[in-house]
């Protein structure tokens, strides 16, 4: 944009906003009839042990296969969702498949916990735990093969009714996990009263490691609170060797990343990652 200035530079921004609106408008229109139609997919992106090399694990991630564009990703619609409320469809759809891709993997001996991503406007509705147990129940999901995972700045507001749905959700073996780490303000000590099984670092905070000391001083830091408080630590977003290196040196042993696997259909996922495992492994979940 640098290339056009003054009054046509203006011009061209108000265009490209008033495109980005309409763009939203037009989106939000297809959101509830693209769930009518269907038009959602999930992919799934493996979380992986280092050592065992055991998929513990996938993040369940959705997709809008819209009839006029390309994949379009939850980047560009769930904010929108979330504005415009058609989230709490859009969740329970996904809630649904996931409990219903849960139920299948157990049948066929793929014992791989399936993580949810849960946006605060969901968390928010009163009856979003009544609707998840239902879709549980509905499919026959073994509980102890689904994850939420909570975002942290939505983690840190939790109140008191929803802990204690959370807590009851834990007992029965969902596991919780909070997201995107690192990107928003935590209370320490209120991190450490979570009912929380592990914590997913955000890929910012990884990003730099290979290149910079600092970088890595802030993320080793925050792998030993995390550690130290008892949780897992997942790291999100790794990219390269060198970064898993690192990681690995830090004393991180479970990845989610680029470099491991991409997000992908469940066909591929199944054919990739869920080879036969002998019964032992198959146990562990
Ligand atoms: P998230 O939960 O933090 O998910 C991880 C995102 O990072 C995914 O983007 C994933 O594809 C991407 N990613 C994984 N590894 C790498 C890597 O090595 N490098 C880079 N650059 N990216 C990596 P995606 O699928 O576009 O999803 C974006 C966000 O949308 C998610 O962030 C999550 O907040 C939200 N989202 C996705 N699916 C759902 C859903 O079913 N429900 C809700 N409420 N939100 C969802
Ligand atoms: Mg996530
Ligand atoms: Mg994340
Ligand atoms: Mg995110």
Same mark, same amino acid.
């Given at each position: 944009?640098?290339?056009?200035?003054?009054?046509?530079?203006?011009?061209?921004?108000?265009?490209?906003?008033?495109?980005?609106?309409?763009?939203?408008?037009?989106?939000?229109?297809?959101?509830?009839?693209?769930?009518?139609?269907?038009?959602?997919?999930?992919?799934?992106?493996?979380?992986?042990?280092?050592?065992?090399?055991?998929?513990?694990?996938?993040?369940?991630?959705?997709?809008?296969?819209?009839?006029?564009?390309?994949?379009?990703?939850?980047?560009?619609?769930?904010?929108?969702?979330?504005?415009? $409320?058609? @989230?709490?469809? %859009? !969740?329970?759809? /996904?809630?649904?498949?996931?409990? +219903? #891709?849960? &139920?299948?993997?157990?049948?066929?001996?793929?014992?791989?916990?399936?993580?949810?991503?849960?946006?605060?406007?969901?968390?928010?509705?009163?009856?979003?735990?009544?609707?998840?147990?239902?879709?549980?129940?509905?499919?026959?999901?073994?509980?102890?093969?689904?994850?939420?995972?909570?975002?942290?700045?939505?983690?840190?507001?939790?109140?008191?009714?929803?802990?204690?749905?959370?807590?009851?959700?834990?007992?029965?073996?969902?596991?919780?996990?909070?997201?995107?780490?690192?990107?928003?303000?935590?209370?320490?000590?209120?991190?450490?009263?979570?009912?929380?099984?592990?914590?997913?670092?955000?890929?910012?905070?990884?990003?730099?490691?290979?290149?910079?000391?600092?970088?890595?001083?802030?993320?080793?830091?925050?792998? $030993?609170? @995390?550690?130290? %408080? !008892?949780?897992? /630590?997942?790291?999100?977003?790794? +990219? #390269?060797? &060198?970064?898993?290196?690192?990681?690995?040196?830090?004393?991180?042993?479970?990845?989610?990343?680029?470099?491991?696997?991409?997000?992908?259909?469940?066909?591929?996922?199944?054919?990739?990652?869920?080879?036969?495992?002998?019964?032992?492994?198959?146990?562990?979940?």
């Amino acid at each position: 944009h640098a290339k056009h200035q003054g009054r046509n530079r203006a011009e061209m921004f108000t265009t490209e906003l008033a495109l980005e609106a309409a763009d939203r408008a037009e989106l939000e229109r297809d959101l509830l009839l693209g769930l009518q139609r269907e038009e959602f997919l999930l992919e799934f992106q493996p979380q992986i042990e280092i050592g065992s090399g055991r998929v513990i694990g996938a993040e369940a991630l959705i997709r809008w296969a819209h009839p006029e564009r390309e994949l379009v990703m939850p980047g560009s619609f769930v904010s929108i969702a979330e504005e415009s $409320g058609a @989230i709490v469809a %859009l !969740g329970d759809w /996904v809630m649904g498949r996931v409990c +219903e #891709t849960a &139920a299948r993997w157990s049948q066929a001996g793929v014992r791989q916990r399936i993580a949810i991503n849960i946006s605060s406007r969901e968390l928010g509705q009163a009856d979003f735990f009544m609707r998840l147990r239902h879709a549980i129940d509905a499919h026959r999901a073994p509980a102890i093969m689904l994850e939420l995972e909570i975002t942290e700045s939505l983690a840190m507001e939790m109140k008191a009714g929803t802990l204690d749905q959370i807590r009851a959700l834990r007992r029965d073996g969902v596991r919780i996990a909070i997201d995107d780490f690192g990107t928003g303000y935590s209370n320490l000590s209120r991190l450490r009263e979570l009912p929380v099984d592990r914590v997913k670092i955000d890929r910012s905070l990884v990003r730099d490691i290979a290149v910079s000391a600092e970088a890595r001083t802030i993320c080793s830091a925050v792998v $030993g609170l @995390i550690q130290g %408080l !008892g949780m897992e /630590v997942v790291v999100e977003g790794v +990219e #390269t060797e &060198a970064q898993m290196e690192m990681l690995r040196v830090i004393g991180c042993t479970l990845f989610q990343g680029y470099h491991l696997a991409r997000p992908m259909g469940e066909e591929d996922y199944l054919a990739r990652f869920a080879a036969p495992a002998p019964l032992a492994r198959q146990r562990s979940v």
